[in-house]
C-alpha cells in the first residue's frame, strides 16, 4: 500500500474489486438507478471568474466514468485561483454503516501534478448546493464536508482513500480548505446518522491554478471493521484490603448488548469516590471486576427490540458497572447523545457528577424556586467544581465556594464569588445568619450540618453525600423550618442527560480534566482519587488522550432562568426525538423490574 499524503492508494484495474466488510457505492456511470445520477459542471461564478470546465460521461461495456476536464484560473478581482467542479445530486445510497470508514474515489487523471483536488459531499444539509457554496461559513450552510486528495500517476484506475475523519464540514469558500479539522472539533466531522442522508457528492479543483483533467469511475464509503472477540480491561482480581496490587489490566470477552441495550467502544471513563468505596462496604461482587460507571464513546452494536440509537452514535451517560474496558454495555434509557463541544476524555467525566448536583439542585427547588445565595462546599472537586457552575446557570447572585489556596483563582474562573480557604478561613464569616438559600456539601465531612443551619433561611435545604454530615437533633431542634438530606443519583435517565447536554452547549458547563490515565494505570488513577485535592476530575480512557485545560465561565450569567427553558425544551425534544420510547421503557420496566444502575449507586456513599 502506497501512503499519499492523508490518502492511500491501491492500483486497481478497471474491472477489478475489493471485499471490505461494509462497502456502500455512492455514485457509479453505469446506469444503476440507484448510483447513477447526472454528472454537472460549475465554475467560479462571482467577481469575474475565468475558470472553465466541462463535465462528460463515457460509457463503456467494461468500464463508465464521469470527467471533470477545465482549468482554473485567477479571478481578477481577487487575485486568487477560483474552482472548477462536477458534482452529482440526488438522494444517494445509506452510508450509515461505513461511519467509521473511508471514502473511497476510483480515479485517474492526466494531470496528477495539480495540487488543488478536493472532494465532498453533503449530508443532512437544509440546502446541499448552498452548503456546498458556502462551506458552513453562513448560517444553515453546514453540512457539505470537504477534504483534499492526490491521484498518483498512471494510466489504469486507482483507489483513492480518504478517512471519513479527515473531512470537515467547516471549510473556507475562498479557498475550500478546511477552517476547523474533525480533530479539533468533533461537531464538523460526518456521522452515521448523517450518513445515513447524503445529497450532494462533488470533486473539485480549486484554490491553486492550472489545467485539470479526472476522470471517476465510481465513489463509495467503505469500512474494514470488525467487533473483537476480547477486550483489554482495567479488573480488581481479589477483595484483600484493595490496594493497587488488587488491579490487573485484563483479557475479557467483549459483553454482548441485551433486550435494550447498545455496546460501546469507551473512549473516555472516570474514577469517582463511589468506584473504591463500594469495596469498603460490600462484598457482593464477582472477581475479576471491572468497575466504571462514567463514559462516553461510540455505538457499535445494538441488542435486539426497538432502540433509540444507531451504530456510530456517539453518546454518553453511564452504566451499572464495567466502563473501565475497551467495550461496556448499558440500558439506553441511560445514555444520550454527547455533546459535540466536548472531547469524549472530557464527556467520559461529566454524567455521575454533573447528575449529582442536577438532582441536588432540584432537591433545593430549582428551577422553580430562586436560589439567590449558595454555598457550595468542596468548590475544586470533581462535584464542586461543575456544581459552581450549575449555580451560575440558575442565577445564583453569590456563589460562596471553599477550597485550599492554591486552587482559589480555579473556582473564581468557575463563577464563584466568594472563595473562601478553608484551612484559615471559616466560610460563616462570609454570609449572614439566615441569608443562605441553598448549602450544597460536596466534601461530606462529619458535623458540616451543625455548621451550616444557622446560615440558612427558613425553609431552605442542606443537602450532603453522606449521613455522617447531616445535623444533629440538637441542631434542628433549634432550626426545625431548616430541611436537610443525604442522598445518592438515582436519576440516569435520558432527559436528565439533554438537559446537561444543552448546558454544556450553551458553554456554562464545562468539566476540567487533572489527568487522564490509561487501563493500564487504573490503580494509579484511584491512588490519586483516594488521596484528595483533586482540581476537577480524573479520566480514564482505553487510550490516552490529551485535552485542553479549563476554559473560564462564559457568558451564561446574563441568562439567569435558562435552566428552567432549558429543562423544559429538552423534555419536548426528547419525546420527539424518542419516537416511542415510553413504549419501550414500559417493556424493559417489565423485563427489569428493578434499574441495576440505580441500585448500585444506592450501595455505597
Known amino acids: 500500500m502506497q501512503l499519499v499524503g492523508v490518502t492511500s492508494a491501491i492500483l486497481l484495474a478497471c474491472g477489478a474489486t475489493q471485499a471490505p466488510v461494509v462497502s456502500v457505492d455512492l455514485l457509479t456511470f453505469d446506469g444503476d438507478k440507484n448510483t447513477a445520477f447526472g454528472w454537472t459542471a460549475l465554475v467560479d461564478p462571482v467577481m469575474g471568474g ?25 479571478v481578477p478581482k481577487l487575485q486568487a485561483p477560483g474552482f472548477i467542479t462536477a458534482y452529482a445530486e440526488g438522494r444517494f445510497p445509506d452510508a450509515s ?27 443532512g444539509a437544509i440546502f446541499p448546493m448552498f452548503s456546498c457554496a458556502a462551506g458552513g461559513s453562513l448560517p444553515a450552510s453546514r453540512g457539505c464536508f470537504k477534504a483534499n486528495f492526490v491521484v498518483p500517476e498512471g494510466d489504469d484506475f486507482v483507489d483513492v482513500r480518504v478517512p471519513l475523519n479527515k473531512f470537515s464540514d467547516l471549510w473556507s469558500s475562498y479557498t475550500g480548505e478546511q477552517e476547523k ?10 456521522t452515521a446518522r448523517l450518513l445515513k442522508h447524503i445529497q450532494r457528492v462533488e470533486v473539485w479543483g480549486e484554490g491553486c491554478a492550472g489545467m485539470v483533467h479526472l476522470e471517476v469511475r465510481s465513489v463509495r464509503m467503505e469500512t474494514l471493521r470488525t467487533l473483537p472477540l476480547s477486550m483489554r480491561a482495567a479488573a480488581v482480581v481479589h477483595q484483600a484490603a484493595f490496594s493497587t496490587d488488587d488491579f490487573e489490566e485484563v483479557l475479557r470477552p467483549v459483553p454482548v448488548p441485551k433486550n435494550g441495550e447498545v455496546l460501546i467502544r469507551v473512549e473516555g471513563a472516570s474514577v469517582n469516590p463511589i468506584d473504591w468505596k463500594q469495596f469498603h462496604v ?36 453511564m452504566a451499572p458497572e464495567g466502563s473501565f474496558a475497551e467495550y461496556v454495555t448499558t440500558s439506553i434509557n441511560h445514555i444520550s447523545f454527547a455533546p459535540a463541544t466536548l472531547s469524549m476524555v472530557e464527556a467520559g467525566v461529566v454524567p455521575l457528577a454533573a447528575l449529582t448536583n442536577l438532582q441536588a439542585f432540584r432537591i433545593a427547588g430549582a428551577p422553580l424556586r430562586r436560589l439567590d445565595t449558595v454555598v457550595v462546599l468542596g468548590g475544586s472537586g470533581g462535584t464542586g467544581h461543575m456544581a459552581i457552575q450549575m449555580a451560575k446557570i440558575l442565577g445564583a447572585k453569590k456563589i460562596v465556594t471553599t477550597c485550599s489556596a492554591k486552587n482559589k483563582d480555579f473556582c473564581k474562573a468557575q463563577g464563584a464569588d466568594i472563595v473562601v480557604d478553608y484551612h484559615s478561613e471559616d466560610w460563616r464569616d462570609v454570609v449572614a445568619p439566615g441569608s443562605v438559600d441553598f448549602v450544597y456539601d460536596t466534601v461530606a465531612s462529619p458535623g458540616t450540618g451543625d455548621l451550616a443551619l444557622d446560615s440558612l433561611k427558613d425553609g431552605c435545604w442542606f443537602v450532603t453525600l453522606l449521613t455522617s454530615a447531616l445535623a444533629s437533633e440538637a441542631a434542628i ?7 436537610q438530606t443525604f442522598f445518592f443519583l438515582n436519576e440516569t435517565s435520558t432527559v436528565h442527560l439533554e438537559a446537561l447536554h444543552a448546558l454544556v452547549d450553551m458553554g456554562g458547563l464545562r468539566p476540567t480534566v487533572q489527568e487522564t490515565f490509561e487501563l493500564a494505570d487504573v490503580a494509579l488513577a484511584f491512588n490519586t482519587s483516594r488521596a484528595g485535592h483533586i482540581v476537577g476530575k480524573i479520566s480514564v480512557a482505553p487510550k490516552q488522550t490529551l485535552v485542553s485545560g479549563h476554559v473560564p465561565f462564559g457568558l451564561l ?16 425534544v426528547s419525546a420527539l426525538r424518542r419516537r416511542g420510547a415510553n413504549k419501550l421503557a414500559e417493556k424493559l420496566a417489565a423485563e427489569h423490574s428493578q434499574d441495576p444502575l440505580s441500585m448500585s449507586l444506592h450501595t455505597v456513599a
Open 97 to 123: 454503516a461505513a461511519w467509521d470508514g473511508e471514502l473511497v474515489l476510483s480515479v485517474r487523471s492526466s494531470t496528477p501534478d495539480y495540487n488543488g483536488f478536493k472532494v465532498s459531499f453533503a449530508a
Open 477 to 483: 431542634a433549634k432550626r426545625p423550618l431548616v430541611h
Open 282 to 317: 460490600s462484598t457482593a461482587y464477582s472477581f475479576p471486576y471491572i468497575p466504571g460507571r462514567d463514559l462516553a464513546g461510540t455505538v457499535v452494536a445494538i441488542g435486539p427490540g426497538p432502540q433509540l440509537f444507531n451504530v456510530g452514535d456517539k453518546v454518553w451517560g
Open 181 to 190: 479539522t474533525c480533530a479539533e472539533d468533533r461537531s464538523v466531522c460526518p
Open 50 to 74: 475565468e475558470s472553465y470546465a466541462n463535465a462528460s460521461v463515457v460509457q463503456d461495456v467494461d468500464c463508465s466514468y464521469g470527467i471533470l476536464d477545465g482549468e482554473v484560473k485567477i
Open 557 to 572: 450569567a446574563l441568562v439567569p432562568l435558562v435552566f428552567a427553558a432549558v429543562f423544559a425544551f429538552y423534555c419536548v
